[in-house]
C-alpha cells in the first residue's frame, strides 16, 4: 500500500512566520512520530502519538511547536514565529504493532530566511 | 544511561568488497535493534532489525547484521558492495524506558567506490 507521505516537500518562510508540515500516516498505523533531521546528523524526537492524543511531546524544542491528529490518522506539526534556526528537515513516522519498525516518510525540508 | 555508539563518522568501501558498518549499544536487559538507510533527500528506510531468535538477521538489499550479547555489537554487513549502497546508514535500539521510542546512532556515511 502507501507508504507515509509529507507534504509539502519544499518550505521556505519567512523569519516570524507561520507553517504548517502535514504528514499521512500508513492507513491502520495507530502510532505516529515526528522527527527533526538536520544535515548529516541523526533524527531528533519531537512528539509522538499514539492515536489522536499526544503520548509524549517532551521533544519540541519550545512552546512554538504543536502538533494535533485530530482524528488519528492525519497530522500537522505547527511552527509559530519561525526563526532561522528551525530550519531542518522535518520527519514523520508511523508504526504499525509493537515490534515493527518506523516507516519514514520523505520528509518536508524547512528554510526559514 | 542507554546509548547506541556508531564509532566511524564515514566508511570508504571499493566497489565488490565486503563491507561493515559498526555499531555498539548499551540498553538494560535484551535489547531490539534496528538498521535504518537514508538515501540522499529521502526519509529512513528500514533495512532489518534484531528481536530474538538468531544472531544473523538478513534484512533488505542484500544486508545482514550480527548481534553479539558479550560485546554488545551489532554491526552491519554485506558480502559484495554496489556502488548504489552509498547512503548514510543509521543504528537504533528500542529504549527500554518508554518501549516507543527509539535511540538512535548518530549515522555513518557509507561511501562506495567503484
Known amino acids: 500500500g502507501a507508504g507515509v507521505s509529507q507534504t509539502p516537500s519544499n518550505k521556505v518562510t519567512e523569519k516570524g512566520k507561520y507553517v504548517e508540515l502535514r504528514c499521512d500516516p500508513i492507513s491502520g498505523h495507530t502510532a505516529l512520530y515526528w522527527y527533526r533531521q538536520s544535515l548529516g546528523q541523526g533524527p531528533e524526537f519531537l512528539i509522538y502519538f499514539q492515536g489522536t492524543g499526544a503520548a509524549d511531546d517532551s521533544g519540541l524544542p519550545n512552546d512554538r511547536f504543536f502538533a494535533v491528529r485530530p482524528e488519528g490518522s492525519v497530522s500537522t506539526l505547527k511552527i509559530q514565529r519561525t526563526e532561522r534556526g528551525d530550519s531542518a528537515v522535518y520527519l514523520c513516522?508511523?508504526?504499525?504493532?509493537?515490534?515493527?519498525?518506523?516507516?519514514f516518510g520523505n520528509g518536508t525540508r524547512l528554510t526559514v530566511t | 544511561a542507554q546509548s547506541v555508539a556508531q564509532p566511524e563518522d564515514q566508511v570508504n568501501v571499493a566497489e565488490g568488497n565486503p563491507l561493515t558498518v559498526k555499531c555498539t549499544y548499551s540498553v538494560s536487559g535484551n535489547p531490539y535493534l534496528f538498521w535504518y538507510v537514508q538515501y540522499p533527500n529521502r526519509g529512513l528506510q528500514f533495512l532489518l532489525k534484531?528481536?530474538?531468535?538468531d544472531n544473523l538477521v538478513k534484512g533488505s538489499y542484500g544486508f545482514e547484521a550480527e548481534f553479539n550479547k558479550s560485546q554488545t555489537s551489532f554491526h552491519l554487513k554485506k558480502p559484495s558492495a554496489l556502488v548504489s549502497d552509498s547512503a548514510l546508514y543509521f543504528c537504533a535500539v528500542r529504549d527500554m524506558d518508554s518501549n516507543y521510542q527509539l535511540i538512535w546512532g548518530a549515522g555513518t556515511k557509507l561511501i562506495i567506490k567503484p
Open positions: 513516522a508511523s508504526k504499525g504493532q509493537d515490534n515493527s519498525p518506523l516507516h
Open positions: 534484531y528481536i530474538t531468535g
